[in-house]
């Protein structure tokens, strides 16, 4: 069978001769190929709402939500969900991001890791994975074999998968049962997929992590009111958090906050 999709983060740059370009010249193409992004973006919103919407009723029985990927793709997605805790107050094991090589393939390349098509799976059994969670592949190519098998063997086991790619029509956007296919176009350095490709996954983890959390609760108005004390700053924001939801001064909020632990508790607690 052949391989027919589109390999569009394969395709040469639109622009020739970069190692020519004066330095003002390169960054300023750069941001103008950066500009294609969102819009590339607003074309997959439904499909991105759809699993914002399923993967918070999956939460509600208990699901959690796994990203996987290699590379770039990996990183992000483990960017995404450690970010979770200390922003709305979520532990560590609801939002997990798995990566290719392991743990040390977050600051250095490990090769070959992302050519294992059975290792995803590996790792997701460790976290006693079931048909309740939701497994996100991110692959810009939309062919990474570790992505891939993890995608393949989460359908056969009941979980809703989800395909995160650059490339229309690619194997893992075949795979998924949402695929969410961001074509932004080639690169400005050829194939360098942590560019355009990059910023649009990141992107779209943000909607659907943010989303989700909005969806189950974390959120009240537009406020972070579950984020962790875990600095001066965070406590001053909680504070004057308070301050506009109570009308309390600034010691008086501070002190409640300090009191129940979370922004959230200390309004429920003075309402």
């Keep these: 069978m052949v391989d027919k999709h589109i390999r569009i983060t394969e395709e040469p740059s639109n622009y020739e001769r970069l190692d020519e370009m004066e330095t003002l010249d390169i960054v300023a193409n750069i941001n103008?190929?950066?500009?294609k992004v969102a819009e590339a973006v607003e074309c997959v919103l439904?499909?991105?709402?759809?699993?914002?919407?399923?993967?918070?009723?999956?939460?509600?029985?208990?699901?959690?939500?796994?990203?996987?990927?290699?590379?770039?793709?990996?990183?992000?997605?483990?960017?995404?969900?450690s970010e979770i805790p200390p922003t709305f107050g979520m532990s560590h094991d609801k939002v997990i991001?798995?990566?290719?090589?392991?743990?040390?393939?977050?600051?250095?390349?490990?090769?070959?890791?992302e050519d294992d098509t059975e290792q995803a799976w590996k790792d997701l059994l460790e976290y006693d994975i079931n048909s309740n969670d939701v497994l996100v592949g991110i692959a810009a190519s939309g062919?990474?074999?570790?992505?891939?098998?993890?995608?393949?063997?989460?359908?056969?086991?009941?979980?809703?998968?989800?395909?995160?790619?650059?490339?229309?029509?690619?194997?893992?956007?075949?795979?998924?049962?949402?695929?969410?296919?961001?074509?932004?176009?080639?690169?400005?350095?050829?194939?360098?997929?942590r560019m355009k490709s990059g910023t649009s996954q990141k992107?779209?983890?943000?909607?659907?992590?943010?989303?989700?959390?909005?969806?189950?609760?974390?959120?009240?108005?537009n406020k972070m009111v579950n984020m962790q004390l875990s600095n001066?700053?965070?406590?001053?924001?909680?504070?004057?958090?308070?301050?506009?939801?109570?009308?309390?001064?600034?010691?008086?909020?501070?002190?409640?906050?300090?009191?129940?632990?979370?922004v959230k508790l200390a309004i429920d607690a003075l309402k």
């Design 232 to 262: 001066i700053k965070l406590v001053d924001r909680g504070t004057r958090y308070i301050m506009e939801e109570t009308g309390l001064d600034y010691e008086a909020a501070e002190k409640a906050l300090k009191k129940y632990g979370s």
């Design 46 to 81: 439904p499909k991105v709402a759809k699993v914002v919407d399923e993967t918070a009723a999956r939460f509600a029985k208990g699901g959690r939500l796994f990203y996987i990927g290699a590379g770039t793709s990996g990183r992000l997605g483990i960017l995404d969900a």
């Design 203 to 221: 992107m779209v983890l943000n909607m659907i992590s943010t989303g989700v959390m909005i969806r189950i609760g974390r959120v009240k108005g």
């Design 143 to 193: 062919t990474t074999p570790y992505v891939l098998g993890g995608i393949a063997d989460a359908k056969k086991n009941g979980l809703l998968t989800v395909g995160i790619t650059n490339n229309p029509g690619s194997p893992l956007a075949q795979a998924a049962e949402i695929p969410i296919e961001v074509n932004v176009g080639p690169e400005f350095l050829t194939g360098s997929t």
């Design 32 to 35: 103008n190929e950066d500009k």
């Design 97 to 113: 991001g798995l990566i290719a090589g392991g743990d040390k393939a977050i600051r250095k390349a490990v090769e070959n890791a």
